[in-house]
């Protein structure tokens, strides 16, 4: 019995996927990859329900996003170009995920921000149950997190570490080196961040503020808030740790003493310096910020490599809602499409999808 249907673009071969009996069987592989994407599999093949897996980082790969939602394919991804494109194409993709009513493909947006984190999925509980969002802000690119921690690390952080260690009876483990509550040079800390996989390939694109923008024009469009600016408008008008034209593959020291002068500026205030993003719902207003952060504050002592996503709402105005975790590496990024995946079929179909228990 036919349980599912999905389909995966994998480099230059198209394969579709069927599942019979919970078990998963490659039935076809066809040359082409992308480009032959929808006539070879969406236009032959007469079943309910098509997905795609959309895996890469190409920018304009993204644009054929819409035509596959019209075509009735409902599309998962771990890349974010789609919204933070242009503004035809975001609501090219709006208009396509209701253009059938009920029977539209959906957009699946969890991985676009915050990876496997439910950022998204929170947002819009909040907003179906009536609840008003004011301001969204936080760290939320795990690379930033990661260097900015590195740099400007929070005073006693090694306490908590040591706490959790005492209590958690040895569920919770330190993944990072015993020396990650010391200061560190700009440079180490992006030759870190890249050995543990939490940067883009280019690193220029997490450090000039590329990824944290498409992120938040994201977070714009969930809000409503994206009409008069576009992804490059706030990559521009974001601070950034280092401004001007650098090599952050070889990092100089003339550079790293630069950074080091504003961590030593916000120490001497009993701060550390963080990498903040937000969507001021109220204001209109989409910023990057360097934000010298009592040590204190959750955005200061959230762990290197984590996000930190604030949600302040008409009922949570005072303390808001606070979604924190990893959202990179390849185990967190790695569920969340599946996770989707799993999450839609069973709306969808009342699949009943029993996980392997060892």
């Excluded at 509980?125 to 400007?152: A, E, K, Q, T």
């Excluded at 569920?171 to 050995?195: D, I």
């Amino acid at each position: 019995m036919m349980t599912g249907a999905f389909d995966i673009e994998c480099g230059a071969t198209t394969a579709t996927t069927f599942a019979f009996d919970n078990e998963l069987e490659v039935v076809a592989g066809v040359p082409g990859g992308i480009a032959t994407f929808k006539d070879s599999v969406i236009l032959y093949y007469d079943y309910a329900h098509h997905m795609i897996f959309y895996c890469t980082g190409d920018k304009e790969d993204a644009k054929l996003h819409a035509g596959w939602l019209n075509e009735g394919v409902h599309v998962a991804k771990a890349n974010n170009w789609g919204l933070a494109g242009s503004k035809e194409q975001r609501d090219a993709i709006a208009a396509a995920e209701i253009g059938k009513g009920k029977l539209s493909a959906k957009y699946l947006p969890e991985v676009k921000v915050g990876g496997a984190l439910p950022v998204i999925n929170i947002l819009r509980s909040l907003l179906n149950s009536g609840d008003i969002i004011h301001r969204v802000d936080g760290m939320i690119s795990v690379s930033m997190s990661y260097i900015m921690f590195r740099i400007s690390p929070p005073v006693y952080f090694d306490c908590n570490t040591s706490f959790d260690e005492r209590i958690s009876n040895g569920v919770f483990s330190e993944e990072f080196s015993s020396n990650v509550g010391e200061v560190c040079s700009l440079s180490q800390a992006v030759k870190e961040a890249v050995a543990l996989g939490l940067m883009e390939d280019d690193p220029g694109k997490d450090l000039n503020n590329e990824y944290t923008s498409r992120c938040l024009m994201i977070l714009a469009k969930e809000l409503g808030v994206d009409h008069n600016t576009s992804m490059q408008e706030i990559q521009e008008a974001g601070e950034k740790l280092v401004d001007g034209d650098v090599d952050f593959t070889n990092i100089t020291e003339e550079v790293d003493q630069k950074v080091q002068e504003k961590v030593k500026a916000a120490l001497d205030k009993g701060c550390v310096l963080r990498h903040i993003a937000s969507v001021d719902v109220t204001q209109e207003q989409i910023e990057i910020k360097l934000l010298e952060v009592p040590n204190t504050h959750i955005f200061a002592i959230t762990p290197p490599g984590c996000e930190c996503v604030r949600l302040f709402t008409e009922r949570h105005i005072r303390y808001p809602v606070i979604i924190q975790g990893p959202s990179a590496g390849a185990d967190s990024t790695a569920s969340a499409p599946p996770a989707e995946f799993l999450s839609h079929v069973r709306s969808r179909v009342s699949l009943q999808v029993q996980l392997p228990t060892d």
